[in-house]
């Protein structure tokens, strides 16, 4: 069994995508050009946004989408413990800090009630991250944002399609972006990237920023951060496919919900109501996470831990002073989380194979529970940084 099969899924679409990538060759079409116009028409339109500025991937996108919202040497900008690096190494390289905040208990997200009291007079935007396909608790952060006058950017690198209380997520900040990265909801075959925005001055800003400031007549200094004709095309027939797709995520989720509520010793993911989770990963709680893992290995089925360290315990934010007290809901999940493998094409019997396999090793629990969690976890983080 396999965590994600990408081949599964181009086996699926395997003339189209070949198709595709035989006229971005005969056009020789290879670095922007019509393929990338045609992909970011198509993905503004199904977001439902005014503008997408593609660029070579989500960490660039976060990067150019500070750049274009006017970050500058000294800012702050609020994020939340638990995600991928890109998420605040891009804060650092675009000249910020960033400030982190603990997460929700229930939905593994930026809680928005820790967000005001780190708001300082150089705080200047809010990067939510839609986590697992999870949206955030947009309305409260939106209502922060507006009274202390800080921008949003949507990290929604795990969350295409989905959607907040009838809004997709990347409409509701000034600016939102994505990740194309081959084992994200919309992959490509290599690496790839966009920001959407429904403000002109971010879009013609990020769109220059991205391409060294512009053509000839350079108006700034940027970067090259181009989005090539060959992923464009690619996730252009993809991107047709999202809907069904993230359609198909959802029932795996649904499965395994109902098989796995009753376990004893097992938190099912909670979804936030009103809300359409895309689950880009489906994420179960076990304190005994590392025996369970260790259990699943040895049945051959792969498990992944998003992420095993809180980011401000890092040690690339050693600097920061941070302790695990700081970040108490933040540090817990990081201990007992643990994704099981979920993609569109996961059939019913490996879906039931991973079942079986959890209620074996909860089976084995209650007869011969161990040492308790206490035991095995107590010193996880001040142990190894
Ligand atoms: C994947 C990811 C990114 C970065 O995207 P890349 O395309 O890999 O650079 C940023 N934020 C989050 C939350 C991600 O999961």
Redesign the pocket.
Known sequence: MKFVDLYAQYQTIREEIDAAIARVIADSAFVRGRHVADFETAFAKRVGVEHCVSC???????YIAMKSLGLRDGDEVITTAH?????SE?VTQAGGQPVFCDTEQDYFCLDPSQIESKITPRTRGIIP???YGQPVEMDTILQIAKRHELWIIE????AHLATYRGQMVGTMGDAA?????P??NLGAMG???CLVTNRDDVADFAGLFANHGGKNQHLMEGINSRLDGLQAAILNVKLAYLPEWTEARQQIANFYDQRLAQVPGISIPNRRPGCGHVF?LYVIQSTQRDALREHLRELDIPTSI?YPCPLPLLPAYRCLGATARDFPTAVRHAENILALPLYPELNEKDMNRVVRAIETFQRKMTDDPGPSPHDTHADTFTAGL
């Open positions: 070579a991937n989500g960490t660039d996108a976060l995600s991928w690096i890109a998420t891009t991250v839609h986590l990290d929604c690198a795990q972006t994505f990740s194309f990265y084992g994200k690496d790839a990237g880009h998003n």
